[in-house]
């Protein structure tokens, strides 16, 4: 069977649900549409965080956080008001997804440097823009989760996309960080990671699929371990 690439940039957001192969066809084919999926993926947290703070009780927000910190960093959020604190979120969100494309691109850059087929740096970014677009799935999920709590919901556990979304650890848990940053997706990721090398490169299955996994494997094994010792 002959998958064909998708034919325009919208089905082409759709295919990385539907046909990860086509997607990631039409990128090889047409790098500049890898910009339309990176900027979902900036624009999704300000949605968010918009609503966010437009439903939550904010003196009720303050009060929770300020129990969980240090006396110095609870006077510090007394006299921040909601604007200063959802910018703040916004900035670590979009900050935090920007910077793993980047890496992500350059690890698929070092990674494939065994095949024959060789792809330029911007070309694997637009590819992990790809990789990473089921997180605004995460986003609208979140959104419903909002909704449905009827704004009571700390901003540590707002966010559906990672592991702290579901088991909630407060900010002072030895363990919170990580479970804030575990990205509940990561399945999702190294599987069209995969799908992506290996429809733009010639390196075996076992290989393309260790080339996936490792970056997010490695990174939070590696996390866990420290945590777990320390």
């Known amino acids: 069977m002959t998958i064909s690439a998708s034919s325009n940039p919208l ?45 939550v009780d904010f003196e009720w ?71 990473l677009f089921p997180a605004v799935l995460g986003d609208i999920a979140s959104f419903v989760s909002l909704i449905l709590n009827h704004g009571h919901v700390m901003t540590y556990a707002a966010d559906l996309n990672t592991l702290n979304g579901l088991i909630k650890l407060p900010m002072d848990h030895h363990w919170s960080e990580f479970a804030r940053s575990l990205p509940l997706l990561m399945p999702w990721y190294i599987v069209l990671g995969y799908a992506a090398v290996g429809a733009w490169t010639t390196l075996e299955r076992g290989q393309a699929l260790a080339i996936a996994a490792l970056p997010w494997v490695g990174y939070y094994l590696a996390w866990g371990l420290y945590l777990a010792f320390t």
Not at 108 to 128: C, D, I, M, P
């Open 61 to 131: 927000l303050k009060a929770g956080l300020m129990q969980q910190m240090p006396a110095s960093a609870a006077q510090q959020l007394a006299h921040i008001n909601a604007d200063a604190l959802m910018a703040t979120e916004i900035i670590t969100d979009t900050v935090g997804r920007l910077v793993a494309v980047l890496m992500l691109g350059l690890w698929f850059l070092l990674a494939t440097k065994g095949s024959e087929q060789q792809h330029g740096y911007w070309r694997w970014v637009a590819a992990s823009c790809a990789i």
């Open 11 to 55: 089905s082409m957001l759709l295919d990385i649900f539907r046909s990860p192969t086509s997607c990631f066809l039409a990128l090889y084919q047409r790098g500049l549409w890898g910009w339309q999926p990176f900027i979902v993926l900036m624009i999704t947290p300000f949605l968010f965080w918009g609503n966010y703070f437009d439903m």
